[in-house]
């Protein structure tokens, strides 16, 4: 099964940035579009970006658009996450997602070919 871990959360105040990595020691990820999902106490899981597998293509939520950048290195196996002027609302768990087909992960299906992790906990807080 296709397993993720996700690293990068933290706590920072309004307005700094963090920058959250996804990756996977027994796949290359290269083949596969992925997608950064959030959860908020209390709420449902939500989309925030997808990356397709070649990189050359990105979509983003509208609560994020400007201020979050989603990238890929291939040579790291990596996809990163890059927040800036982070706001209250965007503290939430955060978990990447893989998917064979990118009109999948651009749509945000809640069903991605890999496992759902651990996420990694991001908090913006004064």
């Known amino acids: 099964q296709l397993q993720l871990v996700e690293s990068g959360g933290g706590l920072v105040q309004p307005g700094e940035s963090l920058r959250l990595s996804c990756t996977n020691s027994?796949?290359?990820?290269?083949?596969?579009?992925i997608g950064w999902f959030r959860q908020a106490p209390g709420k449902e899981r939500e989309g925030v970006s997808c990356?397709?597998?070649?990189?050359?293509?990105?979509t983003y939520a509208d609560s994020v658009k400007g201020r979050f950048t989603i990238s890929r290195d291939s040579a790291k196996n990596t996809v990163y996450l890059q927040m800036n002027s982070l706001k209250f609302e965007d503290t939430a768990v955060y978990y990447c997602?893989?998917?064979?087909?990118?009109?999948?992960?651009?749509?945000?299906?809640?069903?991605?070919?890999?496992?759902w992790g651990q996420g990694t906990p991001v908090t913006v807080s004064s």
């Open positions: 990356i397709s597998s070649s990189g050359g293509v990105t």
């Open positions: 027994g796949f290359t990820l290269g083949g596969y579009a």
């Open positions: 997602a893989a998917y064979a087909v990118f009109g999948r992960c651009a749509t945000f299906s809640p069903i991605p070919r890999s496992n």
